[in-house]
């Protein structure tokens, strides 16, 4: 059931309203009393909402519609209300995998990590690396993750795979125990290798472990297909993993400009105007 009411404005005379109590938006008419009810004649006049005028009929009717005003900023609320508090964009895991008959490796990256400053920005503190996990087969199609071993290859590291050729082969040793008391009980040695036959790569991962009495070596051979997929991954990663991203998504023209009026003259304009 719909109400009307009719309110003096200080503005435009008076507002008459209609209101549907059964939804969630209204309908607002408003204009001059005196442009509203025009006299029919002079002598007749009527009362209305304790108001008394000439009789009139209506014209020049503005009508403004409120439905929005209302129900959007209603929607946001319950919506900001139903999201839980601290929520964030969800974190995605993802990697690339190579499966062959005696061992399985899958390729992951892990983002860099970086230290808030004073003046409330950020300073990248430790560059991302992209992880290696090698697992020996326990069967037809069947893989141990439970004995898999890790290596963590560096941005330098990553470099150096990028860049070989087809006949060439790079080696990396790792002590992940380097500076404690226990340094040197841990040995890890990756090495990548042409087949011999030209058709890719050998990746041989060897593990010393005395803490634990281990000695395993896990190697498979990487496709030049395979190799191809791991070499474009690193490609496209590398500015992620140096945080160079954030960097340059935080650019601002005003940035720019502020730097330019402190110092007109700074080595990088200088460098170049060359």
């Known amino acids: 059931m719909s109400n009307f009411s009719l309110s003096p404005s200080p503005t435009s005379g008076f507002s008459l309203n209609l209101q549907n109590p059964t939804k969630t938006s209204y309908l607002s008419f408003s204009s001059s009393i005196n442009t ?4 029919l004649s002079s002598n007749t006049t009527k009362s209305f909402s304790g ?11 503005s009508l403004t519609c409120r439905h929005s ?11 900001q209300q139903q999201q839980p508090q601290g929520a ?20 992951e990256p892990r983002s860099p990590e970086f230290s808030p400053l004073d003046s409330g920005a950020f300073k990248l503190s430790r560059e991302g690396m992209v992880m290696l996990q090698f697992a020996p087969a326990a069967g037809v199609r069947q893989y141990d993750w439970s004995r898999k071993q890790v290596f963590s290859l560096s941005v330098t590291e990553i470099g150096s795979i990028i860049s070989l050729g087809a006949k060439d082969s ?34 041989n991962l060897s593990v010393q472990n005395k803490l634990i009495n281990l000695d395993e070596n896990i190697y ?19 500015p992620y993993l140096l945080g160079w ?23 990088a304009e200088l460098e170049w105007n060359r």
């Open 69 to 79: 005003d209302y129900f959007e900023p209603q929607q946001q609320q319950q919506q």
């Open 88 to 107: 964030s964009t969800p974190k995605v895991f993802v990697g690339y995998s190579i499966y062959k008959g005696k061992a399985a490796l899958t390729v």
């Open 170 to 203: 790079c080696e990396f040793f790792h002590d992940p125990n380097k500076g404690r008391s226990d340094e040197g009980r841990v040995r890890k040695v990756l090495k990548v290798e042409p087949l011999p036959d030209g058709s890719g790569h050998f990746f």
């Open 51 to 61: 108001l008394t005028h000439k009789a009139a009929l209506p014209r020049n009717l």
């Open 36 to 39: 509203i009810f025009a006299p």
């Open 245 to 267: 991203h954030t960097a340059v998504n935080s650019f601002k023209p005003e940035d720019a400009s502020r730097s330019n009026n402190a110092n007109p003259r700074s080595g």
């Open 220 to 238: 498979i051979p990487v496709t030049k297909a395979e190799f191809a997929v791991l070499v474009s991954a690193f490609n496209f990663v590398m």
